[in-house]
């Protein structure tokens, strides 16, 4: 069975830190680069991040570059997504996805996908 789960969500305040992981069962990640999305209430999805397999090319959205890093332990099936000098309008439910195909990273497809996690930043 494939499974994405995602942890690490909370509340903090503008200007702190969190860290995302997305665990992975071993068919679900070996090989595969995986993103990160996000969704805050009344809008679309949006693509904030993503990494390779290798972890040697990853990508950002302009609104987070330099601010949040996404890396991975192959070792340990694990995607993160560090998040650094939060903004209230970082607060969204995100969410894991496994990267499928040879499209672009920034828009997929990506095929499976964990159950989310909420991040709110207040101000």
């Known amino acids: 069975q494939v499974q994405l789960v995602e942890s690490g969500g909370g509340l903090v305040q503008a200007g702190g830190s969190l860290r995302l992981s997305c665990a992975a069962s071993g068919r679900t990640f070996n090989g595969y680069g995986i993103g990160w999305f996000r969704q805050a209430p009344g809008k679309e999805r949006e693509f904030v991040a993503a990494?390779?397999?290798?972890?040697?090319?990853?990508y950002y959205a302009d609104s987070v570059k330099g601010r949040f890093t996404i890396s991975r332990d192959n070792g340990k099936n694990t995607v993160y997504l560090q998040m650094n000098s939060l903004k209230p309008e970082d607060t969204a439910v995100y969410y894991c996805?496994?990267?499928?195909?040879?499209?672009?990273?920034?828009?997929?497809?990506?095929?499976?996908w964990g159950q989310g996690t909420q991040v709110t930043v207040s101000s």
């Open positions: 996805a496994r990267k499928s195909g040879t499209g672009s990273y920034y828009i997929g497809p990506y095929d499976y």
């Open positions: 990494i390779t397999w290798s972890g040697v090319t990853t």
